[in-house]
């Protein structure tokens, strides 16, 4: 007969027992994490592009987008970062419209060479494709703003004259909002413009339904004073569906999910009339006829013309942005090489093609790579400076423009975020153009007194040289009631200056050009009258005293509290404890006691 005892309290258990109830979970609970850490931690970790290389501006000290304050005007801009050869960089303006979460406020704005700010606006929506450009023989910033909705946007384009007025608003003819990708003025004097119209088709040769639904690329051409529609141009009657490299997935099945199949992204015209059309999703740039509508011809995608005389890389640009024609039969373009961070790591660049219409070749003139091997998978543009070749490259979701040689020589970089931190799109430049701009603001100069200096800037005023400081010296405020007392050179967006002691109490500051004339005056200043029993007196220090004093005061009662707590608790400790551990003798016996 079998008998069963239960086991002692004491008795020692089993390896396995202890692996099953203990250890099992513990690897289970690592197993988990190790699966979330791959799945969502490691991929984030592989975007950060950090380098032996990167200055510390690139490796986010100063914060992913650096920027700066001023004492006499509201916003915030950019504190850039340049590298340049000994030819230096292009000494005339850059035009961006830098957005992102790390951007303080987002709009259009105009750098000097030396990255200092010359002017800009806060728009409320999102602003893209921020550039000079001349109709009827003046120069207009134009850009465009609206509603962005995925890589679609819906909204206006924008024409500002010298005086940074607003004088045209162009909207697309028909039932259509604006998209963000073009707005170019033509030599004739029309807008070309582009729109992302849903529009119904049979997608089953890839894979969607028969009623499945596109966002049709279309371009318009229009008559900017008088807002005639003149030529219009969809893709979906001379593309087929299948000519497109981008994923279906679960799109196509409705109006408000229509299959992205073209993305129709920049539209120029040549001195014949010709349209140029760049498509992202077909990695192809096209020829329209400007009377029929037609293909004239196709270089790269799936419906490419043309042999490629360079092995290939003339033609094998991917998710391109930018197309532009130019003399000599050489079309510049920006190739983004990759749609996304999951993509294989292709490597961005600008890129210069010969092209033998006649004769169907293309051949590869040159390739502009940045210093990082960059990879930007949006926006971006490529703009010929200038006759010999030379070339700027905005790297659109990296935030970064560099100037090259007409050969690729690497000659001005400069970063407007810190590049470590680029593939998280925190600062951002749909484009980046350098051009000339003269400014005339009807506004007056801002200016502020501040601790013995008075700061002052004028926002758009390109102009300016110099500021004469005039002291009031009589009992009306005419012109003539100020006297001259000193000219201080233009140094920045805002200059600081020094008010002298012996200056009158009211004062003023007036904009002169490089001729020494005058552009502009500041409103009347005074100078700060405060004595010593002033300032102890003001309610600002006290406050700040009086929060100090508390914060110390409390750190002190926290720490003391803390330290007392911790010996009563060790106090109580001592004696509620009973049962005290005693030393035993050789032979196993406690000492008497």
């Excluded at 807002?227 to 408000?256: D, I, M, N």
């Excluded at 219409?357 to 390739?367: E, F, I, M």
């Excluded at 102009?463 to 201080?488: K, N």
Aim: with cysteine; proline share 4%; glycine share 10%.
């Amino acid at each position: 007969m079998s008998s069963w005892t239960r086991p002692s309290k004491n008795a020692r258990r089993s390896p396995l027992r202890l692996i099953t109830g203990r250890h099992v979970a513990t690897v289970g609970v690592a197993i988990s994490f190790l699966y979330l850490f791959y799945v969502f931690a490691l991929p984030q970790v592989l975007r950060f592009r950090f380098r032996t290389d990167l200055s510390q501006y690139d490796l986010g000290l100063y914060g992913f987008g650096p920027s700066t304050g001023y004492v006499s005007f509201e916003y915030e801009s950019p504190i850039i970062e340049i590298t340049e050869s000994d030819l230096g960089c292009d000494p005339r303006y850059t035009f961006l419209a830098p957005r992102g979460d790390s951007v303080p406020q987002a709009g259009p704005m105009i750098l000097d060479a030396h990255g200092n700010l010359v002017w800009m606006k806060y728009n409320w929506e999102t602003t893209q494709d921020f550039k000079v450009q001349r109709y009827k023989g003046e120069d207009y910033l134009t850009y465009w703003e609206g509603r962005e909705i995925e890589t679609r946007g819906y909204g206006s384009w924008y024409m500002l004259d010298s005086t940074y007025t607003q004088r045209y608003v162009i909207n697309p003819v028909g039932n259509y909002g604006g998209d963000l990708h073009e707005f170019t003025v033509t030599d004739e004097g029309t807008a070309l413009v582009t729109i992302y119209d849903p529009t119904p088709v049979d997608l089953t040769d890839v894979g969607g339904p028969e009623l499945g639904w596109i966002f049709d690329g279309v371009f318009q051409e229009i008559d900017i004073e008088t807002g005639e529609l003149l030529f219009e141009w969809r893709a979906s009657k001379h593309y087929p569906v299948s000519s497109t490299y981008e994923p279906l997935g679960e799109a196509g099945k409705g109006r408000a999910s229509a299959f992205d199949y073209f993305h129709i992204n920049s539209v120029g015209k040549d001195d014949q009339g010709n349209y140029l059309v760049s498509s992202r999703h077909t990695h192809s740039v096209s020829c329209i006829d400007p009377n029929t509508g037609s293909l004239l011809w196709t270089l790269g995608g799936k419906m490419n013309d043309f042999t490629d005389l360079s092995d290939g890389e003339a033609t094998n640009f991917a998710w391109q942005h930018d197309a532009r024609w130019h003399a000599n039969s050489t079309l510049t373009l920006f190739d983004n090489a990759a749609h996304s961070y999951n993509d294989p790591d292709n490597e961005s660049r600008g890129m210069a093609i010969q092209l033998d219409v006649p004769s169907r070749q293309a051949r590869l003139l040159a390739a502009y790579y940045h210093p990082q091997q960059m990879k930007s998978v949006s926006q971006g543009n490529v703009q010929m400076l200038d006759d010999t070749g030379r070339v700027l490259v905005g790297w659109g979701h990296s935030a970064a423009y560099t100037e090259f040689s007409a050969d690729g020589e690497l000659l001005c970089n400069v970063h407007f975020g810190a590049s470590a931190f680029f593939s998280f799109g925190r600062v951002v430049s749909y484009r980046a153009f350098k051009g000339d701009w003269v400014g005339y603001p009807q506004t007056t100069p801002d200016a502020e007194v501040d601790d013995g200096k008075v700061y002052v800037s004028w926002n758009g005023a390109t102009e300016v040289a110099s500021w004469r400081l005039e002291v009031w010296t009589s009992d009306d405020l005419t012109e003539s009631s100020f006297g001259v007392v000193a000219q201080f050179e233009k140094t920045g967006f805002e200059t600081e200056i020094d008010i002298p002691e012996d200056l009158g109490p009211l004062f003023r500051l007036a904009a002169l050009d490089s001729e020494g004339d005058v552009l502009g005056v500041t409103e009347v200043l005074q100078r700060e009258q405060r004595s010593s029993s002033d300032k102890f007196l003001d309610l600002h220090n006290w406050a700040l005293g009086l929060a100090m004093v508390v914060s110390v005061g409390g750190l002190l009662a926290g720490l003391y509290r803390c330290c007392g707590c911790c010996k009563l608790f060790k106090l109580y400790r001592s004696r509620s404890n009973n049962y005290q551990l005693v030393a035993m003798n050789e032979n196993g016996e406690h000492p008497p006691v």
